[in-house]
């Protein structure tokens, strides 16, 4: 079992910025692949970032490239997601996920990750 425990959501004005972090606990952390997810009231969970299990490779989805970055320490047992340059629509609960596997293509796949955070909220107002 992986326990996930997200903090550092808030409420920001558009252009600002916030840092989610996600502290992992249980099994070895950097044996896991770790995702974040956000879901917008009446909108299906979505894929925003990944990171593979020794950071060296990094996913996004195209709404935050260039505003979001993800990162991860395993002397820590956490991953971080930077967020700047905030949208309103990126309003949502974001998740931390992680994963035991992955190959390429899973990165974005959300039935690929095994354990999840319970989410914390991020609103961003015009």
């Known amino acids: 079992q992986v326990q996930l425990v997200e903090s550092g959501g808030g409420s920001v004005q558009a252009g600002g910025a916030l840092r989610l972090s996600c502290a992992a606990s249980?099994?070895?952390?950097?044996?896991?692949?770790m995702g974040w997810f956000r879901q917008a009231p009446g909108k299906e969970r979505e894929f925003v970032a990944a990171?593979?299990?020794?950071?060296?490779?990094?996913y996004y989805v195209d709404s935050v490239k260039g505003r979001f970055t993800i990162s991860r320490d395993n002397a820590k047992n956490t991953v971080y997601l930077q967020m700047n340059s905030l949208k309103p629509e990126d309003t949502a609960v974001y998740y931390c996920?992680?994963?035991?596997?992955?190959?390429?293509?899973?990165?974005?796949?959300?039935?690929?990750?095994?354990?999840w955070g319970q989410g914390t909220q991020v609103t961003v107002s015009s």
């Open positions: 996920a992680a994963a035991w596997k992955l190959s390429v293509n899973d990165y974005s796949r959300n039935n690929k990750y095994t354990y």
């Open positions: 990171i593979s299990r020794n950071g060296g490779s990094t």
């Open positions: 249980g099994r070895t952390f950097s044996n896991y692949a």
